[in-house]
């Protein structure tokens, strides 16, 4: 059995002015602010043999918070 997982609130790190700025696009950047940076991540396997039998079992999950962001307003 193999279990493992990790998860980040991100590196509270802020970004400035992107380069939609110059050409007077910024109401439609998410820029300057903090960056969304976050993510999970689970993983678990299983593996039984006997004999000739062999059953492997997973579980595989991300989660990339930077995709469930609103659209900037």
């Given at each position: 059995?193999?279990?493992?997982?990790?998860?980040?609130?991100?590196?509270?790190?802020?970004?400035?002015?992107?380069?939609?700025?110059?050409?007077?696009?910024?109401?439609?950047s998410?820029?300057?602010?903090t960056?969304?940076?976050?993510q999970?991540y689970?993983?678990g396997?299983l593996r039984?043999?006997?004999?000739?039998f062999?059953?492997?079992?997973?579980?595989?999950?991300i989660?990339?918070?930077?995709?469930?962001?609103p659209?900037?307003?």
């Open positions: 059995m193999n279990l493992a997982g990790w998860d980040s609130h991100g590196l509270g790190i802020e970004a400035g002015p992107d380069s939609l700025y110059p050409l007077g696009l910024g109401a439609f998410n820029a300057p602010g960056v969304d940076d976050g999970s689970r993983f396997q039984f043999n006997a004999g000739d062999s059953l492997l079992a997973q579980y595989h999950w989660l990339d918070k930077n995709t469930l962001l659209d900037a307003q």
